[in-house]
């Protein structure tokens, strides 16, 4: 059974950075790609950032130039560093890891890390 974690939320001033981190129980080149979802309240799940196991990286242009995103292979664990947090990036980050295995489609979500921008 494959765990993922999700940690780094918490309350931060607009403008202020914040560094989410993504713990995965077995090496992250067994995975197509890292992706990073967020959830506001009422709102639907939107894709916000995505690292695949070439290294490419792709964003949501809502965070992009603000959010970048890395992984750390050694440790098996992904980040998601933003800085000009905004009070609109409010909300539950989730990361997520896919991989199709016999031609069936896999994803593992962490159980989330709430993020809040507010003065």
């Known amino acids: 059974q494959v765990q993922v974690v999700e940690s780094g939320g918490g309350l931060v001033q607009p403008g202020g950075s914040l560094r989410l981190s993504c713990a995965v129980s077995?090496?992250?080149?067994?995975?197509?790609?890292m992706d990073w979802y967020r959830q506001a309240p009422g709102k639907q799940r939107e894709l916000v950032a995505t690292i695949y196991i070439d290294g490419a990286t792709k964003y949501a242009s809502s965070v992009k130039g603000r959010f970048t995103i890395s992984r750390d292979n050694a440790k098996n664990t992904g980040y998601l560093l933003m800085n000009s947090l905004k009070p609109e990036d409010t909300a539950d980050y989730y990361c997520n890891l896919g991989r199709l295995m016999s031609g069936v489609r896999y994803d593992y979500w962490g159980q989330g890390t709430q993020v809040t921008v507010s003065s």
């Open positions: 077995e090496s992250i080149f067994s995975f197509d790609a």
